[in-house]
């Protein structure tokens, strides 16, 4: 039995349909079953990372665990989730992180997934800690205002950073459930070239075959944008600021061969992902 955690999110639903079609048992953790939408055969159970009554009901009788949290500051869940699969004889973890996780130029963004990396590391099970850089699913907070053909807001400049595909991420990580060959690897997961906000929204128009078009934000407008778009405090926009600009001074421009390794074969381009969900990005 594999207990995949955050099982409804952009990478927990991939990790469990990719389990439940090799054919794996699968339980999928979530706040409310009776939503969950999870392939035939997968057992989806209740359970919050805060609750430790819940944590040891969906860890008893498995033997590989998916910890995946929602972003955010470590609150402590990662650790739950490792002491309930420690008590249960959990055999294997495979903890979703970041890339950058530890690097102080990062700021907060960079210690979210610290304390959980330890967790995991320290859990006397074998483990494997998953790195991966910038989803291309992100682009589709840029979908309204493509639609609308409105400028997406670029606060990043011209950095780049390894952008992957989440069913990447996911492929992966159930090759690092199933395969013990990976245990004590961190793998820093990315496409395969470090592209641009510019270089993803020229994709886009290439894809839709009509123009989209980019509006650099200062750091001021990014601050604004942040709190009327998206509902920031103070301390979460500064936070934002550190890590794009972290991304603008060329800290995110890694790319690494991991995805190849592990999967034998390239990683999916931006390319591939944007012409996978064009109509997301299609008027009408």
């Known amino acids: 039995m594999i207990l995949v955690t955050g099982a409804t999110g952009t990478i927990g639903v991939e990790v469990v349909r990719q389990l439940a079609e090799r054919g794996e048992a699968v339980r999928a953790l979530t706040r409310d079953p009776a939503k969950a939408r999870v392939p035939e055969g997968v057992e989806a159970v209740r359970g919050d990372l805060r609750d430790p009554d819940s944590l040891r009901a969906a860890t ?3 033997t590989a665990a998916f910890l995946l949290r929602p972003p955010g500051p470590d609150e402590g869940q990662d650790t739950a989730v490792v002491a309930a699969a420690r008590a249960a004889g959990v ?3 495979v903890k979703l992180s970041a890339v950058g996780t530890g690097e102080p130029a990062l ?4 210690r979210w997934h610290v304390e959980g990396e330890r967790a995991v590391r320290e859990s006397g099970a074998e483990w494997v800690v998953l790195r991966p850089s910038t989803f291309a699913s992100n682009t589709l907070s840029w979908a309204g205002a493509v639609r609308a053909g409105e400028p997406v807001p670029n606060m990043t400049g011209d950095g780049t950073s390894g952008v992957i ?11 690092a459930l199933l395969d013990g060959r990976h245990a004590g690897r961190t793998y820093t997961l990315t496409g ?3 592209i641009s906000l510019p270089d993803q929204v ?4 290439s894809v839709l ?17 942040l709190r009327t778009a998206w509902g920031f405090d103070d301390a979460q926009a500064e936070a934002v600021l550190l890590s794009t600009a972290f991304v603008r001074d060329g800290g995110n ?14 990683a999916r381009a931006y390319r591939e992902w944007a012409q996978a969900h064009r109509e997301a990005f299609s008027a009408g």
């Open 253 to 266: 421009a890694v790319v690494t061969a991991d995805v190849p390794e592990v999967l034998g074969r390239p």
């Open 165 to 175: 595909d989440p069913r990447d991420v996911a492929a992966v990580a159930v090759r």
């Open 91 to 93: 055999r294997r973890l």
């Open 192 to 194: 395969p070239a470090a």
């Open 107 to 110: 700021g907060p963004f960079g």
């Open 209 to 225: 075959g009509r123009p989209v078009t980019a509006r650099n934000l200062s750091p001021d407008e990014t601050r604004g944008f």
């Open 202 to 205: 020229a994709v886009l128009a």
């Open 60 to 62: 008893a009788g498995v």
